[in-house]
T-cell receptor, first 113, second 113 residues
């Protein structure tokens, strides 16, 4: 069974631009979560989607948004990029919410110049 | 979710057992202990989880104290490929509880030849 895939793997943007990252969960998984990882703040939860509904949201500004499609694929969008948004963005999927195991993708490394 | 405390770093000789401790003194009765690891620049990888009984799988063993206030992850025969940051996380794993994982700083395990 294929794992979680994230595209693109690497991205360079400039301040003020917006970016959309994509995550395809493991086949059959309906829950997708997003995390941001930076050297200073570590791994931080962004948001979680289940059956196209946002279930939880972390403490991030409104510039960070996401959505989930009927096939469980998810996208996250960051508008008006800031230098501090440079990070590794990780997506994790699980069968449903509240289950034991989440499987992480390889991440998208975003560099904002 | 309860907070966890882990040593920031540990060394282990290749071929020896690596014992990674975690303190979770405020854990609630319905919270599980999960372990993930993150090899440099990759997505976190699930290792094992448990509620109150000791658990073992092909990767590791998890020993939880009787009062559930601490646990130890054991890698029985550490290899160089086990060099990673290991995260101990406690969370509720029930339907409707959400899938948010709260990562702390983790333990950076260095396996040396």
């Amino acid at each position: 069974k294929a794992g979680v895939t994230q595209t693109p793997r690497y991205l360079i943007k400039t301040r003020g631009q917006q970016v959309t990252l994509s995550c395809s969960p493991i086949s059959g998984h309906r829950s997708v979560s997003w995390y941001q990882q930076t050297p200073g703040q570590g791994l931080q939860f962004l948001f979680e989607y289940f059956s196209e509904t946002q279930r939880n949201k972390g403490n991030f500004p409104g510039r960070f948004s996401g959505r989930q499609f009927s096939n469980s694929r998810s996208e996250m969008n960051v508008s008006t990029l800031e230098l501090g948004d440079s990070a590794l963005y990780l997506c994790a999927s699980s069968l449903r919410e509240g289950t034991e195991t989440q499987y992480f993708g390889p991440g998208t490394r975003l560099l904002v110049l | 979710d309860a907070k966890t405390t882990q040593p920031p770093s540990m060394d282990c000789a290749e071929g020896r057992a690596a014992n990674l401790p975690c303190n979770h003194s405020t854990i609630s009765g319905n919270e599980y202990v999960y372990w993930y690891r993150q090899i440099h620049s990759q997505g976190p990888q699930y290792i094992i989880h448990g509620l109150k009984n000791n658990e073992t799988n092909e990767m590791a063993s998890l020993i939880i104290t009787e009062d559930r206030k601490s646990s130890t992850l054991i890698l029985p025969h550490a290899t160089l490929r086990d060099t990673a940051v290991y995260y101990c996380i406690v969370r509720v794993a029930d339907w409707g509880a959400g899938n948010m994982l709260t990562f702390g700083g983790g333990t950076r395990l260095m396996v040396k030849p």
